[in-house]
């Protein structure tokens, strides 16, 4: 589970159809930890989305890996396939025998067998990244007509300036 120091106010916001929050600044992430559960091993700047906002098609997390850190471990899932999306850095992405360079722009797919782990390489800035789990499978990749665009003009109701 996710923790945050005391210190660490996460502003939120609630509707009927919404839940959102202003988490600060990704270069505050290290704020936040992930305990892997059954290991003794905790690693630091990872904040989940799922509890704060209660998804319940995927998981989103936000990531910090300082300078010359790697991951500790590798991984791999059940049924998620995962998207890492790179803000900022320069590092290094190994999945199964492959290693590749990702940095800012770098956006990586990998199935949910796919052994994976990451490093980052730099001697002095944070590699920074969101990492987004959804079941594999479930989503026809070509398909982008669930969005509906309403015909309704935009009004800003209850805008405070």
Do not use: C
């Amino acid at each position: 589970m996710a923790e945050h120091t005391p210190e660490h106010t996460i502003e939120s916001w609630e509707g009927s159809t919404f839940k959102a929050a202003a988490i600060g600044p990704f270069k505050n992430l290290d704020k936040y930890s992930y305990a892997l559960p059954g290991s003794s091993i905790t690693v630091s700047g990872k904040l989940f989305l799922n509890e704060l906002l209660g998804l319940t098609g995927s998981e989103i997390s936000f990531n910090k890996l300082p300078p010359k850190q790697s991951m500790p471990f590798y991984h791999k899932h059940h049924k998620n396939e995962e998207v890492y999306i790179f803000l900022s850095g320069e590092g290094d992405f190994q999945i199964d025998d492959e290693v590749f360079p990702v940095k800012e722009g770098t956006v990586v797919r990998v199935h949910p067998d796919g052994e994976r782990t990451w490093r980052n390489v730099s001697n002095s800035n944070d590699l920074t990244y969101i990492v987004i789990q959804a079941p594999a499978g479930q989503i026809e990749a070509t398909k982008t007509n669930d969005g509906v665009a309403l015909k309704k003009s935009v009004s800003w109701v209850n805008t405070v300036v």
